[in-house]
Nanobody
Framework: QVQLVESGGGLVQAGGSLRLSCTAS????????MGWYRQAPGNERELVAS???????NYVDAVKGRFTIARNGDKNTVYLQMNSLKPENTAVYYC?????????????????WGKGTLVTVSS
């Protein structure tokens, strides 16, 4: 299986910054995409940012220019640098990885999710 360890959430004042980290380990042949989703109370989970193995990035419009996603392929780690945080950014942030595993004689594409880390931005 695959384990995802997230860190970096917490309480910050509006205008402040936080950096989230997520490290994947376990049965991983290759990591195809890594990203962060968030879910605020009463809302559906939404994509915040993602990055592929070729470093192609994608952001939701609401965070463009304030959030930056990056990865360290050697460490199987993805980061989300969040600057100029706003109260509406308060949510549980979930790490997502899309990986290829090799088992039962074949390669399989599988998605894994972290348990989530709470980001609270006070006004």
């Amino acid at each position: 299986q695959v384990q995802l360890v997230e860190s970096g959430g917490g309480l910050v004042q509006a205008g402040g910054s936080l950096r989230l980290s997520c490290t994947a380990s376990g049965n991983i042949f290759s990591i195809n995409t890594m990203g962060w989703y968030r879910q605020a109370p009463g809302n559906e989970r939404e994509l915040v940012a993602s990055i592929t193995r070729s470093d192609s990035v994608n952001y939701v419009d609401a965070v463009k220019g304030r959030f930056t996603i990056a990865r360290n392929g050697d460490k199987n780690t993805v980061y989300l640098q969040m600057n100029s945080l706003k109260p509406e950014n308060t949510a549980v942030y979930y790490c997502h990885v899309g990986i290829t595993q090799y088992f039962t004689g074949n390669y399989h594409g599988v998605d894994f999710w972290g348990k989530g880390t709470l980001v609270t931005v006070s006004s």
